[in-house]
């Protein structure tokens, strides 16, 4: 089966840092740009970043930028977000997927809960 | 950036109804549109690529429409397991927005 797994949320105090992981299984990883998008609580999607197929590019939200660093090692089909300087409007479940295109491809994670306070 | 507006913010309809969801984007996106479905709790799952094309395994029921500024996601018998939050997601420019979703519920 095509599966993105997150892990590495939690409760982190406000200028922390948290490492969030995506573990990529029933397709080829490195074909495929890869993104993370995230949701606050109660409220609506925002996509976070994306990274090339091979690492050798990346975009980012404003809100983030700086602050966050996208990677990818495709030797361990795995994508990562490192967060640092977090924020209270951080606050959000963050899903991994798959970049956006218009051919039939998109495969999403289940989800991982940060929490950015005190 | 990209403003996606998306109306209704919610509707209220019955199990058969057809029910018509719009996304405006405030520049000219091409083709490079997704309508998403989302459940409580759940992730975001695609229903419609590039627009107009339907992903696979998801019922002939949902369709979409439309290239450039104006798009239309159509669910035209509604189903039960249809009460859901719809999105729709541009990704011509960055940053990639959504629209502001659609609560579908129950009359």
């Given amino acids: 089966d095509v599966q993105l797994v997150e892990s590495g949320g939690g409760l982190v105090q406000p200028g922390g840092s948290l490492r969030l992981s995506c ?6 990883f490195s074909r495929y740009w890869m993104t993370w998008f995230r949701q606050p609580p109660g409220k609506g999607l925002e996509w976070v970043a994306n990274i090339k197929h091979d690492g050798s590019e990346d975009y980012y939200l404003d809100s983030v930028k700086g602050r966050f660093t996208i990677s990818r090692d495709n030797a361990k089909s795995s994508l990562y977000l490192q967060m640092n300087r977090l924020r209270a409007e951080d606050t ?3 899903y991994c997927a798959s970049r956006p295109t218009i051919d039939g491809f998109d495969v999403w994670g289940q989800g991982a809960m940060v929490i950015v306070s005190s | 950036d990209i403003q996606m507006t998306q109306s209704p913010s919610s509707v209220s309809a019955s199990v058969g109804d057809r029910v018509t969801i719009t996304c405006r984007a405030s520049q ?3 083709n490079d549109l997704g309508w998403y479905q989302q459940k409580p709790g759940k992730a975001p799952k695609r229903l419609i690529y590039a627009a107009s094309s339907l992903q696979s395994g998801v019922p002939s029921r949902f369709s979409g429409s439309g290239s450039g500024t104006e798009f239309t996601l159509t669910i035209s018998s509604l189903q039960p397991e249809d009460f859901a939050t719809y999105f729709c997601l541009q990704h011509n420019g960055y940053p990639r927005t959504f629209g502001q979703g659609t609560k579908v519920d129950i009359k």
């Fill in chain 1, 92 to 94: 959000a479940v963050y």
């Fill in chain 2, 28 to 30: 000219g996106i091409r």
């Fill in chain 1, 23 to 28: 573990a990529a299984s029933g397709f080829t």
